[in-house]
């Protein structure tokens, strides 16, 4: 068992992530390419299921949708990361959602005691969320997002793997508010993964869950200088570490035309798995369908290729 925790947390440690004082860092690598392009900044604005991860009040205001992500993560951490996520508000009763996210992290050998390889071991990773947000007035929203996360690996040759895969549960929290009746100017603030520590083999070994607050400020400023088919809008967040480090501040913009053309950009400090540096984003909608496609150009990419998302969604 020893070996088999070494082993990831030399993964883990090699992508910039803290270890040994938080585990399920799995909860915090980020993904959606539509919040990617503005910094994560969407605590108080984000649209559709890639919200979720964020504040999961706002999908009381979101469209019914189908939604699927795929993410290259920060240096190489995940060899397949992808996520699918479906969104139905119900009329007078508030909206749901479902996602399923699968992570695939690569193999790693295993040793022995005498540090020679008898094997190689396959790290991968499974989050189930469900999601209820409801409206109450206009301006008011709640979310709650009850979640699970599984990590397993598979062994080829001799490993010292755990008779159970790894397993915790977590809710996240969020609430947004309409300081304007024209919804110019919007505050939130959500909590992530609160709940019981991993453990990996037994209560000692048990770390707790990356637990993080975000409060933000969006705006949707009306310019009369631009065409009435253009829109703007900006967001300002921090997010801070319950138990460990100083807060990361995250500040995104994004401009849109006739809702069919949107250009994102972002810039982020201490943001986390995706370090600190700018974010860029594009997307196209037609019809129903929407595409996103973002890159952040951090710290924490540098000498593996830069972090890249895509995002398709369908809204029906």
């Not at 947390?9 to 004082?21: D, F, K, M, S, Y």
């Not at 009329?91 to 005498?114: C, E």
């Not at 793997?161 to 929290?173: E, G, K, N």
């Not at 037994?202 to 990356?210: I, K, R």
Request: glycine residues 14%.
């Amino acid at each position: 068992m020893a070996i088999l925790i070494a082993t990831r947390r030399t993964v883990l440690a090699q992508t910039g992530i803290t270890i040994g004082l938080e585990g399920g860092q799995e909860l915090l690598l980020p993904t959606g390419a539509r919040g990617l392009g503005m910094a994560q900044a969407i605590v108080a604005s984000g649209i559709g299921a890639e919200a979720i991860l964020r504040n999961p009040a706002l999908i009381a205001h979101g469209p019914r949708e189908v939604a699927f992500n795929i993410a290259q993560q920060a240096n190489g951490i995940t060899v397949a990361d992808a996520t699918t996520s479906i969104v139905w508000p119900v009329p007078r009763v508030g909206a749901f959602a479902l996602s399923v996210r699968y992570l695939n992290q690569g193999d790693q050998q295993a040793v022995n005691d005498q540090q020679v390889v008898v094997g190689s071991i396959q790290f991968n990773g499974v989050v189930v969320g469900g999601t209820f947000a409801a409206q109450f007035g206009y301006k008011f929203a709640a979310g709650l997002t009850l979640k699970f996360l599984q990590l397993g690996s598979q062994c080829t040759g001799s490993c010292d793997i755990p008779p159970f895969p790894p397993r915790t549960a977590a809710i996240d929290f969020g609430v947004r508010y309409f300081l304007t009746k024209d919804s110019l100017i919007a505050v939130a603030a959500s909590g992530l993964n609160l709940g019981l520590p991993l453990q990996v083999n037994d209560s000692p070994q048990a770390d707790p869950l990356p637990h993080r607050a975000v409060i933000g400020v969006a705006i949707t400023p009306k310019f009369s200088q631009l065409p009435k088919d253009a829109h703007v809008r900006g967001e300002v967040d921090m997010i801070k570490a319950v138990s460990i480090g100083g807060p990361g501040f995250l500040f995104g913009g994004e401009i849109a035309w006739m809702d069919q053309y949107s250009a994102r950009v972002g810039y982020q400090r201490n943001g986390g798995p995706s370090g600190s540096g700018p974010t860029f984003g594009v997307g196209f909608a037609t019809g129903k369908l929407h595409i996103d496609f973002a890159q952040i150009f951090t710290d924490a990419g540098a000498g593996s290729g830069k972090p890249t998302f895509l995002s398709l969604r369908y809204v029906f």
